[in-house]
T-cell receptor, first 116, second 113 residues
Framework: AQSVTQLDSQVPVFEEAPVELRCNYS??????LFWYVQYPNQGLQLLLK??????LVKGINGFEAEFNKSQTSFHLRKPSVHISDTAEYFC??????????????FGTGTKLQVIP | KAGVTQTPRYLIKTRGQQVTLSCSPI?????VSWYQQTPGQGLQFLFE???????NKGNFPGRFSGRQFSNSRSEMNVSTLELGDSALYLC????????????FGQGTRLTVV
């Protein structure tokens, strides 16, 4: 079985400060990793994804994440946050089962609160 | 290119009723997945359809069902609604089964009273 853990349910950070949102996963097979953002009263948007290749992935709005296979982590980072980054962030893992079908597991989300 | 369209955006139903939610994927996308989002449980996977067949199912009771049509549009049905079914229901469409180009709709907010 696969699982995704986002240890921090809420992360307050001052504007222009750096932030890291943590995501750890467990899976017995290869994974694809995603970060999604949900702004208040809106649906989910894809921030970035890791499928293969370079372990450092750059996404939209200045976010990046690094895949660390040995630590089974995919932490999301931004060097300087803006008020508009206030939102909830979800980490997700996708694996393929033996039938070639995808299984998706989401973390419980981390609410990023940017303080002016 | 139009995004993923979910209708209706908001819905209020009473306990015991049934509801049908609709999702139109991005043109060319054949995979449609449904998710339930609640403050207490977070985001939970309901089911995935690909080429009109249910490929994966999450851990939800049989009151939750779905289907996909030949044009890839999908519907989700919840029968005998309970108060706990109040949630934001999100639909995602992707180009292939690996979800490499996966896009979400804005969701249908269902309130059961």
């Amino acid at each position: 079985a696969q699982s995704v853990t986002q240890l921090d349910s809420q992360v307050p950070v001052f504007e222009e400060a750096p932030v890291e949102l943590r995501c750890n996963y467990s899976s017995s097979v290869s994974v694809y990793l995603f970060w999604y953002v949900q702004y208040p009263n809106q649906g989910l948007q894809l921030l970035l994804k890791y499928l293969s290749g370079s372990t450092l992935v750059k996404g939209i709005n200045g976010f990046e994440a690094e895949f660390n296979k040995s630590q089974t982590s995919f932490h999301l980072r931004k060097p300087s946050v803006h008020i508009s980054d206030t939102a909830e962030y979800f980490c997700a893992v996708i694996t393929m089962n033996s039938g070639g079908y995808q299984k998706v597991t989401f973390g419980t989300g981390t609410k990023l609160q940017v303080i002016p | 290119k139009a995004g993923v369209t979910q209708t209706p955006r908001y819905l209020i139903k009473t306990r015991g009723q049934q509801v049908t939610l609709s999702c139109s994927p991005i043109s060319g996308h054949r995979s449609v997945s449904w998710y339930q989002q609640t403050p207490g449980q977070g985001l939970q996977f309901l089911f995935e359809y690909f080429s009109e067949t249910q490929r994966n199912k999450g851990n939800f009771p049989g009151r939750f069902s779905g289907r996909q049509f030949s044009n890839s549009r999908s519907e989700m049905n919840v029968s005998t609604l309970e108060l706990g079914d109040s949630a934001l229901y999100l639909c995602a469409s992707s180009l292939d089964r690996q979800g490499r180009k996966s896009f979400f709709g804005q969701g249908t907010r269902l309130t059961v009273v």
